[in-house]
Every structure is written in C-alpha cells, then in structure tokens.
C-alpha cells in the first residue's frame, strides 16, 4: 500500500487517540522537544537536558500507541521498519538518561536529540500495517528482537565513543579526554561497557533467532529462509566471530569495533532493511 504524506499518514492511523490533529500535534511537540535537545549552547544546558527527557516520554506513548495498535479496527501489532527503528532510538536514549546521571555528555544529547526527530518522524510516515500475531510466542519472539536492536545500537553508540576516545588520546594525549568532547570514564572501563552490551545483544539475538524457529512453524506459511533470517544469522555470526576473537585472540581497539559496526548494519538490514524494501521501495514502485 503506497505511503502518503506525514500528516494524512498520522492522521489516518484510526486510533482513537490520534483523532484527526492529535496524531500529528504528538509527534510536533515530541519532535519539538527534542529539537531542544540539540541546542548546543552551554546556558540551555538544563532545558535542553529536559527537551530531551520530554521528547523520551512523548516518544515512549507514541511507541505504545503505534506498535500495540491502539484503536485500530483491526487487531494486531504495527510491525513496521518506522516503529522498530523508533524503538531501537528509544532504547538507546533510555540507556543515555541511565549514563548521564553518572556521566552527562552534552555533544551525545544533541546527536541523540536529533534521532529522536528522525525516529518519531520515521516511525508516523511509515507506521506499518497491523499484522495478527499467529503464536502465542510472537509478541515475545518480537519483543526481544526490538531489544536485541536496542542493545547493539547502545554498544555502537558506546563503540563510536571509545573510537573517538582512542583517537584523542593518540593525536592529543590523555588530557583531552575531558568531559563533554568524549566520556571521561577510564579508556577500559568504556570498553568493558561496551561489550558488556554486545554480549547482552548477543544473548537476546540467540534467543531471538530460536523463538523465530518455533513461531515460524507455527505460522500457516511456516516460512524460514528469508531475508531478515539470512541477514540476522550472519549479523549472529560477526558478533560471534567478534565476541570469540576477543576471548582467544584478544581483539580490541579499532578491530573490534568494525567487526561490532559489520554485525550491527547486517542486523539493520534484516528486519528493518527488508521491512523498508517492502513498506516503501516495492508499494512505491507498485503505485
């Protein structure tokens, strides 16, 4: 089904929470808040902080109405590229709020910010379709497939920090690893939080993948052997190579990290990349 503008997109989502102009009004004002995020200047420091807070909660009740499919007419989960891309977004914004209480980074809110503004509006223009859970295992098997999106794009995230870190420290020394231009945790430490996260991601992406075995024999197709599982494997299988080369061979640095950035865009492409080909390339080509 070909895809219209944002605001009849948002408008004709047919929940009832999103009557005609309070859809698109939810994604303005989370927009707007986390266009407050970005703000760079020091003295807005607190309201840009509280933008990006705002925009997290609005982001978060736009996630519950779109994905759980509130007033639709017909029963069943939007599981769009948009909405899962949104909530990846807003999982990596919620491990920042955790971080920044301990460590604020202002450069990364702004970035942050921005992302948000591109989730939310993503995720309106392109909500999917409602799609009938045909097994009591698939809103888990989902669920952790969303997670499993979230934990590697907060080890990226924390995988850019520490290849920023790292190149300072060799062009400008240790000393311009100062607060707010890179993490001032130490360079290990930073490490050892990052792939804490891809040994987490790691965890719910093989369970992931054994839930899409059993729900996928479950299905009337009981389909397998399709993109987002060929992508999703090999994404299973750089962050297993990588994971393994660190143990016994003792990757770090910049050679881990490009094997963590290889397993997150594969991973991107399965379910968000074949959803996107789907949603918008085809029904483009076929309106």
């Known amino acids: 089904m070909p895809h219209g503008t944002l605001p ?19 994604v303005l004002v989370a927009s707007g808040l986390y266009l407050l995020a970005t703000v760079p200047s020091a003295s807005w420091g607190r309201l840009s902080a509280a933008g990006l807070l705002g925009g997290f909660v609005l982001h978060a009740l736009l996630l519950l109405i779109d994905i759980g ?45 921005l992302a948000g503004i591109v989730a939310v509006l993503l995720a309106a223009t392109f909500p999917g379709d409602p799609r009938v859970m045909h097994s009591a295992l698939a809103p888990l ?18 995988g850019l920090w520490l290849d920023a870190a790292e190149r300072r420290m060799r062009t400008a020394g240790a000393a311009a ?6 993490p001032g945790m130490p360079l ?15 965890i719910v992406l093989t369970a992931t993948l054994l839930l899409g075995i059993v729900t ?25 190579a990588l994971l393994l080369g660190r143990r016994v061979r ?3 640095g910049r050679q ?24 918008v390339v085809l029904a483009r080509a076929a309106g």
């Not at 290990?188 to 790691?202: A, D, H, N």
């Not at 290889?262 to 968000?272: H, I, R, T």
């Open 8 to 26: 009849a997109m948002i408008l004709s989502t047919g929940s009832p929470v999103l009557a005609p102009g309070g859809g698109l009004l939810l």
């Open 69 to 113: 499919g509130l007033g639709q007419e017909l029963p069943g989960a939007r599981l769009g590229f948009g909405p899962v891309l949104s909530t990846a977004v807003w999982m990596v914004i919620a491990v920042y709020a955790v971080e920044s209480r301990l460590l604020p980074v202002p450069v990364v809110r702004q970035w942050l910010g």
């Open 141 to 158: 098997h989902f669920a952790l497939g969303v997670g499993s999106y979230g934990l590697f794009g907060a080890a990226v995230l924390h």
């Open 177 to 182: 690893l100062g607060p707010g231009r890179a």
């Open 188 to 202: 290990l430490q930073l490490e050892r939080i990052t792939f804490r996260f891809v040994e987490v991601g790691f």
């Open 216 to 240: 996928s024999l479950s299905t009337p197709a009981g389909r397998w052997l399709e993109h987002k599982t060929v992508f999703s494997v090999l994404a299973w299988g750089v962050i297993g």
């Open 250 to 252: 003792g990757w770090r």
């Open 256 to 279: 881990a990290t490009r094997w963590l950035y290889s397993g997150a865009v594969l991973l991107l492409l399965g379910y968000a990349g074949s959803r996107f080909v789907l949603e």
